[in-house]
């Protein structure tokens, strides 16, 4: 998979874009990630990619003929998605993540200061992506956020040993705790069951784990994940303790 990130800060990618998992994946050629110098598209002397905003107010706001050409010039014929970084897109999520790894190739666009230009947006975004509820300086974080994300959905980026499927939100649910040793620390003991061979055990007990964990931290996604029976049985006993549990210790009214 193709990457091809347009931003004013190229340098800003070293670092969490060669290490660890990324790295590893670039150097098998399993992603490419391909950086774009926006100031490379000016045509001015002073290499201008920013001017303040028509009709006053502070701050400046990324020009449109730069972007454009740089956005035109990098995708070329292709019809891939071209992705504006943005505190007013639609919300990044692990769903998002799994659709955009379909593509073989994606551009990612990274605004600055208070914006690009409305014009950019309509002659040559695809999609407006936020990662969040709450205003970055620039769309690098982003555009690494989405890099990571999306990267360790495509096939053999995360080696046969570590799956992406039981991932927090890969199953609609959050993942069950995870131990390692040692067996006991500070009194702190690994649930006994981790280490009793009994694999079957095991499966159900990080299942009942994952639905208590998402039960407790994040009803929300209840609404929507795919359950089973067993899985609706188990949440309804939860319920039955919780319903105890307040009984036991409503206050006298
Ligand atoms: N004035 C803009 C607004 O109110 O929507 C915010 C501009 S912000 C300071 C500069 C750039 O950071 C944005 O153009 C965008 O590319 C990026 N950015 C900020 N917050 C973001 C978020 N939550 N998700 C993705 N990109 C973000």
Redesign the pocket.
Known sequence: MRFDILTLFPAMFEGPMTESILKRAQDNDLIQVHYHDIRDYTTDKHKTTDEPPAGGGG?MV?KVEPLVSAIESVRGEDDCPVI??????RT?TQAVAKELAQYSRILIV???????DERVIQLAITDE???????????EL?AMVMVDAISRLVPGVLGAQWGAEDDSHATGLLEYPQYTRPPEFRGLSIPEVLTSGNHQAVEKWRRQQSLRRTWQRRPDLLQTAPLTDKDRWFLAELAQEEREYYVGTSPDL
Request: with cysteine.
């Open positions: 701050g990324m504006l970084t943005s505190a007013q897109g990044f990274c605004g600055r200061y208070e914006g690009v992506i936020s990662i969040g509820d709450f205003v970055l300086t620039g769309g982003a």
